[in-house]
Antibody, heavy 117, light 108 residues
Framework: QLQLQESGPGLVKPSETLSLTCTVSGGSISSSSYYWGWIRQPPGKGLEWIGSIYYSGSTYYNPSLKSRVTISVDTSKNQFSLKLSSVTAADTAVYYCARQKIGADYWGQGTLVTVSS | DIQMTQSPSSVSASVGDRVTITCRAS??????LAWYQQKPGKAPKLLIY???SLQSGVPSRFSGSGSGTDFTLTISSLQPEDFATYYCQQANSFPALTFGGGTKVEIK
């Protein structure tokens, strides 16, 4: 059974960089059929796609976040990572990693990241 | 950018009711649409992909229809475990995704 697990700091200071890693177990991140994505959800609000990566390293970002986002993949560790720079309180959210095809069929449990000094 | 508009934003229903949620895309997306169920404190769960294909393990009371710009999620007989928030998501510009604003299904 495929499992995804987000990890990283739960508290980030304003203007700093948010860094999260998603570890994939029970399957290979190098599957040719899927993209791997980051999606976030501010408290009490809806879902926002942040960006996605293919195992080859090809990336796609939400245009509204593109200038601040970097997603990378480490196939040797079966992990992919998110960096979001210059964070503000508006970036406070639960951050999910997910496996994508037309729909996202496997998700991590989510990790709350709070931006506060 | 493709915008996804869901309606209603909330619906009150009773166990056994038929519930219909609609999702409209700002431009045609063929059948590149998915539906999710989310319960409080949990990750979204994929219910329907490609507009009408039922994800493995999802009860058959859930169904999806539509193509182009107008889509529907139907729960044929609402069960207690179905009270949740539902989201549509377009994948016409895959892997870029856009989600609808959500529909909360509440107990009447």
């Amino acid at each position: 059974q495929l499992q995804l697990q987000e990890s990283g700091p739960g508290l980030v200071k304003p203007s700093e960089t948010l860094s999260l890693t998603c570890t994939v177990s029970g399957g290979s991140i190098s599957s040719s059929s899927y993209y791997w994505g980051w999606i976030r959800q501010p408290p009490g609000k809806g879902l926002e796609w942040i960006g996605s990566i293919y195992y080859s390293g090809s990336t796609y970002y939400n245009p509204s976040l593109k200038s601040r986002v970097t997603i990378s993949v480490d196939t040797s560790k079966n992990q992919f990572s998110l960096k979001l720079s210059s964070v503000t309180a508006a970036d406070t959210a639960v951050y999910y990693c997910a496996r994508q095809k037309i729909g996202a069929d496997y998700w991590g449990q989510g990790t709350l990241v709070t931006v506060s000094s | 950018d493709i915008q996804m508009t869901q309606s209603p934003s909330s619906v009150s229903a009773s166990v056994g009711d038929r519930v219909t949620i609609t999702c409209r895309a700002s431009q045609g997306i063929s059948s590149w649409l998915a539906w999710y169920q989310q319960k409080p404190g949990k990750a979204p769960k994929l219910l329907i992909y490609a507009a009408s294909s039922l994800q493995s393990g999802v009860p058959s009371r859930f169904s999806g229809s539509g193509s182009g710009t107008d889509f529907t999620l139907t729960i044929s007989s609402l069960q207690p475990e179905d009270f949740a928030t539902y989201y549509c998501q377009q994948a016409n510009s895959f892997p870029a995704l856009t989600f609808g604003g959500g529909t909360k299904v509440e107990i009447k």
